[in-house]
């Protein structure tokens, strides 16, 4: 791993720092939890297409650079220095996108990405279930084969973005007889069809940034099966692998929110109070080794080597960072932080979503006994 840029990615930095400090809205952009902000959002990813910034490390005729992931993290480096709005489309672009281009056929690749990228179509990620969580091999929303269409039917909850959403990723049970994480399938589906009720869930704040989606008899055609028949399992847990790995939550992400942390500190911190400056600096190199770690696993990806379960081990440091980055400034603020507003309300709005990492993409429980099995290959309890 060498970490001193090449002339080729110090022009592209330069590339992307130029036209990001050109075209990042002056002002932040409302929440795209609401549908004034959700409708902006995608207004601004579409600009970032027509930039050619929305999926750096995609093919061109897809709407990308064809850029390496050495290039994307140098770009996620210059898009959070820039303060851009957040990502709307996450779901399908860092997500569903990567999975596509491993286990997609051409035709899919075609019909999904370029629209993808330039959020004509926006994603909502449908796959927990009430009963279904972080167990995600209890589903019980099922497809039926029906000729070429599948009949879905079934409930999913906490569906992110889909109350505005165009279209959804879910797995379904296609095979009642197959064991647990056998019998699934993975189904690409438009939130427009009919028998299908969107329903949003209000969050603590009001703000609408998840749905439940109810299925009654939708028809949806065999050719939106993304991966093998009773294979959405494996489909699935490439999607979880970008998820808990670097795609979702580059450490640009968390040097930047360190770097706010740090002018928090020197503003309104009593600088005596050395456990405090201890607690920034730990989460300062925490943020660092995190950094030069996902340079490492990149490097490594580029040579061939896949991630696999070590991206469980990602998703607990920064689930668990993000969150005691926030827990510091909440500190330093003090009683301030209860004012909500001007910079504290930022501050308790990203302690509140930080409160949601050790859960969601797997909850950090689980992640743990991924690791006790598959990396330490510890014995199985009796």
Not at 74 to 85: K, L, N, Q, S, V
Not at 139 to 154: E, F, H, P, V, Y
Not at 187 to 200: E, K, M, N, Q, S
């Amino acid at each position: 791993m060498d970490l001193n840029e090449t002339s080729e990615e110090s022009a592209f930095r330069a590339e992307a720092r130029a036209w990001l400090e050109a075209n990042v809205p002056a002002s932040p952009l409302p929440s795209f939890d609401t549908e004034e902000g959700f409708a902006q959002h995608r207004v601004w990813e579409k600009k970032l297409y027509e930039g050619g910034w929305s999926a750096v490390s995609w093919p061109v005729e897809y709407g990308g650079r064809n850029a390496d992931y050495i290039k994307w993290l140098i770009f996620e480096e210059e898009y959070y220095r820039a303060g851009a709005p957040g990502r709307v489309n996450q779901n399908g672009i860092f997500l569903l996108g990567p999975t596509i281009m491993e286990v997609g056929t051409e035709e899919q690749k075609a019909k999904f990405l370029p629209s993808m990228a330039s959020s004509e179509i926006v994603w909502g990620q449908a796959w927990s279930e009430p009963n279904a969580g972080s167990d995600l091999a209890g589903i019980r929303s099922k497809a039926t084969r029906d000729g070429d269409d599948w009949i879905l039917n079934g409930q999913k909850i906490w569906a992110s973005r889909a109350v505005w959403a165009d279209w959804c990723f879910g797995i379904f049970r296609t095979d009642p007889t197959a064991d647990r994480h056998r019998g699934l399938t993975f189904i690409l589906c438009p939130l427009d069809l009919p028998g299908i009720t969107v329903r949003p869930i209000a969050q603590l704040d009001g703000d609408t940034g998840f749905a439940e989606i109810f299925f009654d008899d939708v028809r949806v055609p065999v050719a939106n099966t993304l991966g093998e028949e009773n294979k959405g399992w494996n489909v699935a847990m490439a999607t979880a692998g970008f998820e808990r790995g670097v795609s979702l939550r580059s450490p640009a992400r968390f040097s930047e929110a360190v770097n706010r942390l740090i002018h928090l500190w020197r503003t309104y911190a009593d600088p005596t109070d050395t456990a405090l400056s201890d607690a920034v600096t730990d989460v300062w190199m925490q943020a660092e080794g995190y950094r030069l770690h996902t340079y490492q696993t990149v490097t490594g990806m580029l040579e061939g080597r896949p991630i696999g379960a070590e991206a469980s081990l990602n998703k607990i440091f920064w689930s668990e960072m993000d969150v005691r980055i926030h827990e510091i400034a909440l500190q330093i603020l003090g009683p301030e932080a209860e004012r909500m507003e001007g910079p504290f309300e930022r501050w308790v709005d990203g302690f509140l979503f930080s409160l949601s990492g050790p859960i969601y993409a797997g909850t950090n429980e689980i992640q743990r006994n991924i690791i006790a099995d598959r990396v330490l290959q510890l014995p199985k309890g009796m």
